[in-house]
T-cell receptor, first 112, second 117 residues
């Protein structure tokens, strides 16, 4: 295993509530990513981080924010959850930009 | 923008059959190309990659060749096993001014492969 833990693994929440997903790594890798996986779309990049307090937007960042105050943790927040954010969320880590990205096991989020 | 298109699935095969999953891409320059595999209930694992035209990536009996002229990266395996049942994703990382990031990926929609004994 690549030393990635996503929490929670499953969550059901109500529309309009804030939700935070956590990605924790024990590898001390610099690069971290959040993706969402939806049928017919594959995975799409939400946000990424190149280090502590260094984050940027990906392809589908609207409605999401991230924070990285420590190397090991990358938090994804849905500021006000909507049904369109029902998805499986994957975190990935990478030691250098030209090396393989390792993915966590995912968090299944359902917004009702 | 960049995009990846995979053949429609699902694909159902008998054990020892030949597998092809088609993948074509749209991108400027010379992106790096990848195949990832996702087993049930797990995250994605890198299966193979190719970083320049005419490169062949290979792993676990799977192969794919980077074809610049047809913008394709088709996945093949000569004899599939039941244990190959999974979802397969083709992906690219674009060529950028500062280099390539293998973490910033554009994925295809995925192809579900089921192999029966």
């Amino acid at each position: 295993d690549a030393g990635i833990t996503q929490s929670p693994r499953h969550k059901v929440t109500e529309t309009g509530t804030p939700v935070t997903l956590r990605c924790h790594q024990t590898e001390n890798h610099r690069y971290m990513y959040w993706y969402r996986q939806d049928p017919g779309h594959g995975l799409r990049l939400i946000h990424y981080s190149y280090g502590v307090k260094d984050t940027d937007k990906g392809e589908v960042s609207d409605g999401y924010s991230v924070s990285r105050s420590k190397t090991e943790d990358f938090l994804l927040t849905l500021e006000s959850a909507t049904s369109s954010q029902t998805s499986v969320y994957f975190c990935a880590i990478q030691v250098r930009q030209d090396t393989e990205a390792f993915f966590g096991q995912g968090t299944r989020l359902t917004v009702v | 923008g960049n995009s990846v298109t995979q053949m429609e699935g699902p694909v159902t095969l008998s054990e020892e059959a030949f597998l092809t999953i088609n993948c074509t891409y749209t991108a400027t320059g010379y992106p790096s190309l990848f195949w990832y595999v996702q087993y049930p209930g797990e995250g994605l694992q890198l299966l193979l990659k190719a970083t320049k035209a005419d490169d062949k990536g290979s792993n676990k009996g799977f192969e794919a060749t980077y074809r610049k002229e047809t913008t394709s990266f088709h996945l093949e395996k000569g004899s599939v096993q039941v244990s190959d049942s999974a979802v397969y994703f083709c992906a690219l990382s674009p060529q950028g001014a500062g280099g390539t990031s293998y973490g910033k990926l554009t994925f295809g929609q995925g192809t579900i492969l089921t192999v029966h004994p």
